[in-house]
């Protein structure tokens, strides 16, 4: 049986505690230590700081990883908070603060509901037939998948569920992210005599016009592949007399399933047909964790969709409605760590959280109490049901 006071008060410690992108290590040392007291059979963090727990089965049945992060987005807008962002205060049945939905309280529900069944190993003697993981990842906020991969790599799951919030529905899918980078290239010359050189920004111009006029590709349950322009820059900068001789702005497209990076950069190569002073690349990223270690890659994060007939979705929507919920299959709007599990990985996926994404990156973001411990039930049974799934 879960304890609610014991969810509720990890829940607020670990929301106490500031843990931007890369400075997770002291919310990393609460939910290890929270792992250990609670009796899972392993427990450690990574290379990466990711903190991985494990519960271990019989070995008849799939194992299942349960994944969230520990990362949050930095405070927007302190003046306009009605609440302490770090203080976790409950008021009217809900728990106020930053992460509280994205998604230190997910996170919180998976380490207890993980430790509540070994607590019930421990009494009844009984395990799953499957191993059951619990991570709390890293960098998720800037980089979607890059830690999961470091904690896949190390377990190797038949079955992954991203804890993002669903409002406790059934997330068979999700919309990628690539992040996408175009330069322009021209010649710098004295700005009193531009006429010396080619002004990169106004080489760009005819993409931007391309882009603003160019039709997003669209799937029937993921929408759209957006295309969003977010910044441009020019080069040198500042630009003091000078004609720039590079101009290169990033693009946010959010990606459909089996889009490639090849598709993709093809998609906006094609747009222009003298693109001779253009280059077209995606996005790579070198990230220092508290560890030490650097995570690094491109950003592309595919999309994904998991059939609503594979076994894994009536066997988790039958572990959901045995503790009361009535969930429905629906899917992610947002990119999430599961780019990596069934993107790139190709492992089967869910997704499955409390709270509403409408409640993430904001200022008062919040958690209902009722959907935080409902989810641990949740995890619970999905975890039960799901490791009675054969070993394939």
Request: with cysteine.
């Given at each position: 049986m879960i304890v609610y006071d014991e969810l509720i008060q990890l829940t607020q410690q670990a929301v106490q505690i500031q843990s931007y992108s890369g400075e997770e290590h002291a919310v990393a040392e609460l939910l290890y230590n929270k792992m250990q007291d609670m009796g899972y059979d392993?427990?450690?963090?990574?290379?990466?700081?990711?903190?991985?727990?494990?519960?271990?089965?019989?070995?008849?049945?799939?194992?299942?990883?349960?994944?969230?992060?520990?990362?949050?987005?930095?405070?927007?807008?302190?003046?306009?908070?009605?609440?302490?962002?770090?203080?976790?205060?409950?008021?009217?049945?809900?728990?106020y603060g930053r992460g509280t939905s994205d998604m230190k309280g997910a996170i919180c529900a998976a380490v207890i509901a993980g430790g509540t069944i070994a607590r019930q190993i421990k009494q009844n003697g009984i395990r799953p037939k499957g191993?059951?993981?619990?991570?709390?990842?890293?960098?998720?906020?800037?980089?979607?998948?890059?830690?999961?991969?470091?904690?896949?790599?190390?377990?190797?799951?038949?079955?992954?569920?991203?804890?993002?919030?669903?409002?406790?529905?059934?997330?068979?899918?999700?919309?990628?992210r690539a992040e996408i980078i175009i330069s322009s290239h021209g010649k710098s010359a004295h700005s009193?005599?531009?006429?010396?050189?080619?002004?990169?920004?106004?080489?760009?111009?005819?993409?931007?016009?391309?882009?603003?006029?160019?039709?997003?590709?669209?799937?029937?349950?993921?929408?759209k592949g957006i295309t969003v322009v977010t910044d441009i820059k020019s080069s040198p900068y500042p630009?003091?007399?000078?004609?720039?001789?590079?101009?290169?702005?990033?693009?946010?497209?959010?990606l459909l399933v089996g889009e490639t990076e090849e598709d993709v950069l093809a998609s906006y190569q094609q747009l222009i047909s003298l693109n001779e002073n253009y280059s077209f690349e995606v996005a790579e990223v070198n990230l220092p964790c508290f560890t030490g270690e650097i995570l690094s890659g491109k950003r592309f994060f595919p999309?994904?969709?998991?059939?609503?007939?594979?076994?894994?979705?009536?066997?988790?929507l039958r572990a959901l409605e045995s503790v009361g919920q009535s969930p429905s299959l629906t899917t992610y709007k947002f990119c999430t760590n599961g780019s990596y599990s069934a993107g790139v990985a190709k492992i089967p996926t869910l997704g499955y959280g409390p709270s509403n994404a409408s409640l993430v990156h904001i200022v008062d973001e919040y958690i209902e109490i009722e959907q935080l411990t409902e989810a641990a039930e949740g995890f619970v049974s999905l975890a039960n049901y799901l490791t009675n799934l054969p070993k394939a």
């Open positions: 392993e427990c450690w963090i990574d290379a990466y700081g990711n903190v991985i727990g494990k519960i271990n089965g019989s070995g008849e049945g799939q194992s299942v990883l349960f994944d969230g992060h520990m990362d949050t987005v930095p405070i927007n807008s302190p003046e306009k908070w009605t609440y302490d962002p770090f203080g976790a205060e409950i008021a009217d049945g809900k728990m191993d059951i993981y619990v991570s709390c990842s890293v960098y998720e906020e800037i980089f979607e998948g890059g830690a999961l991969g470091k904690v896949i790599d190390q377990v190797h799951p038949d079955i992954v569920i991203i804890m993002e919030p669903s409002a406790l529905q059934l997330s068979i899918g999700q919309l990628g009193s005599q531009p006429e010396s050189g080619v002004n990169a920004i106004y080489e760009l111009l005819p993409m931007l016009e391309a882009l603003q006029s160019s039709t997003a590709p669209f799937h029937e349950k993921l929408g630009g003091v007399s000078i004609v720039p001789d590079l101009c290169t702005i990033t693009i946010d497209r959010r999309g994904w969709l998991l059939d609503s007939s594979h076994p894994a979705v009536p066997q988790a």
